[in-house]
């Protein structure tokens, strides 16, 4: 008996985010294969399921993978519904072509499950909207990672908002190339830990990339884009930025989700970090009524 191996892209984090289509395909498996970038509490819809973490950590030791793709084949093989789950959207920066080809080769079936994509899921959340009639009619989108200077200045000379993936260890060779393109002064907006208790959003301007990523590691992982700024609406928003502290049964309430219109984030406890250099240190104590 062959199983089946489902991709499923996460999105970035908030489980708000999850398709539906994610969630069924969670609920009945029997094997669920993670890696990092997945929030903890979207595990919590397989229940029953053998977990196996394959710990992706950006610029960490990690699970080769070939390794990845043989668990997915020998899973599959052994007539097991397998998810796999990856952060984001599997086809986007996620090494999804790789594993659907191993699981080809050994003619285990497969479909995918595609996910919100952290260019819309963290970024759009943030209140940066990437088109807007009458502004622009496009976007481009590259990983820093791996972009040689030269390829960078490619980016550059995109008329429009450059989404980067994977940027904050290239932000000196970023920064370099967009002001050679005359682009030094052009805003910059960078969300770390997006759609998790650990959120992080920076404004700055090209010029100003560098300083505010002085300390990558407080800024992994991370998406920005250069040439587009949060929303008004959103800056102008009462609560914009600031953390609102509710009990656990309160977090999915509707007024939960009065704070969030109002531009806070709900979290249960203290999750704000006073040592990150942009961590709000406003905390708003929300009463919430229990649901
Ligand atoms: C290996 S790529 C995976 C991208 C993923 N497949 C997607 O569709 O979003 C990892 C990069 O995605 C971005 N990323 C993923 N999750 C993020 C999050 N929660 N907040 C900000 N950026 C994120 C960062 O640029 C990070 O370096």
């Excluded at 790789?98 to 595609?114: D, I, K, N, S, T």
């Excluded at 040689?148 to 970023?174: F, H, K, L």
């Excluded at 009990?247 to 999750?271: C, M, Q, T, W």
Aim: charged share 20%; net charge neutral.
């Amino acid at each position: 008996m062959t199983g089946i191996v489902t991709l499923v892209g996460a999105g970035p984090g908030d489980p708000d985010l999850l398709t539906v289509g994610a969630v069924r395909a969670l609920q009945r498996a029997d094997v669920v294969v993670y890696d990092n970038l997945v929030c903890p509490e979207v595990l919590e819809f397989a229940v029953g399921a053998t977990l196996i973490n394959v710990g992706k950590l950006p610029f960490a030791s990690q699970t080769a993978q070939e390794t990845i793709n043989g668990i997915l084949v020998r899973e599959g093989s052994l007539g097991r519904h397998v998810v796999r789950l990856k952060g984001g959207d599997p086809f986007i920066f996620g090494r999804g072509t790789e594993e659907v080809e191993a699981l080809h080769r050994a003619g285990v079936p497969f479909r995918v499950l595609p996910g919100v994509t952290s260019l819309n899921g963290v970024l759009g959340a943030a209140g940066v909207a990437l088109t807007a009639r009458g502004r622009n009619r496009g976007f481009a989108v590259f990983s820093g990672a791996g972009s040689s200077s030269a390829e960078i200045r490619t980016w550059a000379d995109y008329p429009g908002p450059v989404v980067i993936y994977m940027g904050v260890n290239r932000v000196g060779d970023i920064t370099r190339e967009f002001v050679n393109a005359a682009r030094g002064s052009e805003p910059a907006v960078v969300v770390a830990n997006g759609g998790t208790p650990r959120e992080v959003v920076a404004e700055t301007t090209v010029a100003g990339l560098g300083d505010l990523l002085r300390h990558p590691d407080d800024w992994t992982p991370a998406i920005m884009v250069i040439g587009a700024a949060r929303e008004h609406a959103f800056k102008a928003r009462s609560l914009d930025g600031k953390v609102a502290v509710v009990s656990r049964n309160a977090l999915e309430s509707p007024a939960a989700d009065e704070l969030r219109a109002r531009g806070a984030r709900p979290a249960v406890g203290v999750h704000h970090e006073p040592s990150h250099p942009f961590a709000r240190e406003v905390c708003v104590r929300a009463e919430v009524p229990k649901p």
